[in-house]
């Protein structure tokens, strides 16, 4: 199978609109797994044991197969650029692109690689967000269900599957 290649006969129960989102987000996940375990490694000596699926599962997730008035490529209200595939929000003390959206202040990105750069940043340097990535959180993570659901366990990169 080619990396992006995405098997929509087994995937009966999700829209053209959803596997369209999947063929696109699942290169995107295993982009930001590598820039995650690259960058971890320099910076502290090993990779992190992350898990692709887990990070394709938040972008289904959050962003509600790219539904997601943030994670259009235009908010609709203000038209302005948004791409905020897990809703990540703005710091209100940084300067850089932001969406007020109901109350909260979030980023905003240029494209899915403006973003997947962000994303990458913040598993790879906040050990807090990281944890919710990492590989052995698989078999008991919230996002189980849909990984049958949306038989995605032939994504996971790194092992056996790259």
Do not use: C
């Not at 098997?7 to 995107?28: C, H, V, Y």
């Amino acid at each position: 199978m080619q990396l992006t290649q995405l098997d929509k006969g087994n995937r009966k129960n999700l829209s053209t609109d959803q596997l369209d989102f999947l063929e696109k987000a699942i290169p995107l996940s295993w982009k930001i797994y590598s820039n995650v375990r690259l960058q971890t490694a320099y910076f502290y000596g090993k990779a992190y044991n992350l898990s692709s699926t887990l990070i394709l599962l938040d972008l289904v997730a959050k962003s509600d197969f790219g539904r997601h008035p943030l994670a259009l490529e235009r908010e609709p209200k203000s038209n302005k650029l948004a791409n905020n595939l897990t809703l990540i929000k703005h710091p209100r003390k940084e300067k850089g692109k932001s969406i007020l959206w109901e109350g909260d202040l979030y980023r905003s990105f240029n494209d899915w690689d403006d973003f997947s750069v962000t994303f990458s940043d913040t598993i790879s340097f906040k050990r807090a967000v990281a944890k919710e990535y990492l590989f052995d959180k698989l078999s008991t993570n919230l996002y189980n269900s849909l990984i049958d659901v949306y038989n995605l366990e032939n994504f996971e990169i790194g092992f056996g599957n790259n």
